[in-house]
């Protein structure tokens, strides 16, 4: 009897988890976003990437001099994609409000999933999701105005290589055992990026206040979350998380609103909604072993959403 409320109260923390941990993904790009008056969206991308590479590199400790090529070169470019991935999404951030720049990029990996499984339902979940992003544009940027095209198309390709990155975990996960594999990409998305930052922001880099708050993102968008993901995972099914993941869109759209001051459109809102349907239904109806939508996959031994924007 008294088996079922201990279990019970376990689930609800592991739900507040995941949704903790994806709210803080979000709080996490809104401290980037107040970044990039000074250092700009690339400036921004590389101290996020690098900090959280310097992080990551003394929790794990990996013993890369030990690895074979193959391991070497997965892990490479393991973090080309993680540096490409960051760089556009944050970038997107500069013309569309957040919640919009998500839910963009939402298409990336539901689109893999759909391909990956070769379902005609799942099609069904990428047309709905579609149809989504596309009301979305017309729902205007909650000022008046139309949506800038520069944003959204950035936003879609951060989505792609979302899908990249969720291909790509899979295989580093297998090849590199522990996070070894995340660290290393960390460490190589972040060299990859800091010249770019470099260069369009210089020693603005180094201010304490944008290091502060260049810290605050790398935490709040990878330590936290993953930390939260990883006690999560072992107390919710599989499928139970990656429907809680696909909240996210919604998620960033409250975030948008309550830090940043960026109201949408009830259509918008709509739309948001839609996408947040179908990211669920796609990751509700997955066989085990499929890339879920919103990132998350169905073996919870590879990376999971909170490693995966901001990683």
């Known amino acids: 009897m008294s088996a079922a409320p201990s279990r019970s109260t376990s689930s609800t923390a592991a739900v507040a988890m995941v949704l903790g941990a994806a709210t803080s993904v979000q ?19 590389a101290l996020r990437l690098l900090l959280a590479a310097v992080v990551m590199a003394l929790a794990v400790r990996p013993r890369a001099w030990r690895w074979d090529r193959r391991q070497l070169g997965l892990s490479a470019a393991f973090g080309a994609v993680l540096a490409a991935m960051n760089t556009s999404f944050y970038a997107a951030l500069t013309h569309v409000p957040l919640g919009v720049a998500v839910t963009c990029e939402f298409l990336g990996p539901l689109t893999l999933s759909a391909v990956l499984t070769r379902r005609r339902r799942d099609l069904v979940w990428v047309a709905l999701a579609l149809a989504g992003v596309v009301a979305l544009g017309l729902g205007g940027d909650g000022e008046g105005g139309d949506l800038e095209p520069v944003g959204v198309l ?41 010249p770019l930052g470099a260069a369009t922001a210089g020693t603005d880099l180094l201010h304490p206040h944008v290091l ?27 499928r139970t998380f990656g429907v809680l993941l696909s909240l996210e869109p919604a998620i960033a759209a409250l975030v948008g609103w309550l830090l940043l001051s960026q109201g949408l459109p009830a259509t918008s809102v709509l739309a948001i909604a839609v996408v947040v349907v179908a990211s669920a239904g796609a ?13 998350a996959l169905a073996d919870p031994g590879v990376a999971t959403h909170g490693q995966r924007r901001d990683g």
């Open 283 to 295: 990751t509700a109806t997955a066989r085990r072993g499929e890339p879920a939508a919103g990132g």
């Open 27 to 45: 709080v996490g790009a809104t401290a980037a976003s107040a970044l990039f008056p000074a250092v700009g969206a690339t400036g921004a991308a």
């Open 212 to 238: 502060l708050l260049g810290l605050a993102a790398a935490l709040m968008s990878s330590v936290l979350p993953y930390s939260l993901e990883l006690v999560a995972l072992r107390r919710l099914p599989e």
């Open 154 to 194: 950035l936003a879609l390709l951060a989505g792609a290589f979302w899908a990249g990155y969720v291909l790509l975990s899979s295989r580093v996960g297998a090849a590199v055992p522990g996070q070894g594999g995340l660290a290393v990409a960390s460490v190589v998305a972040g060299a990859l990026v800091l």
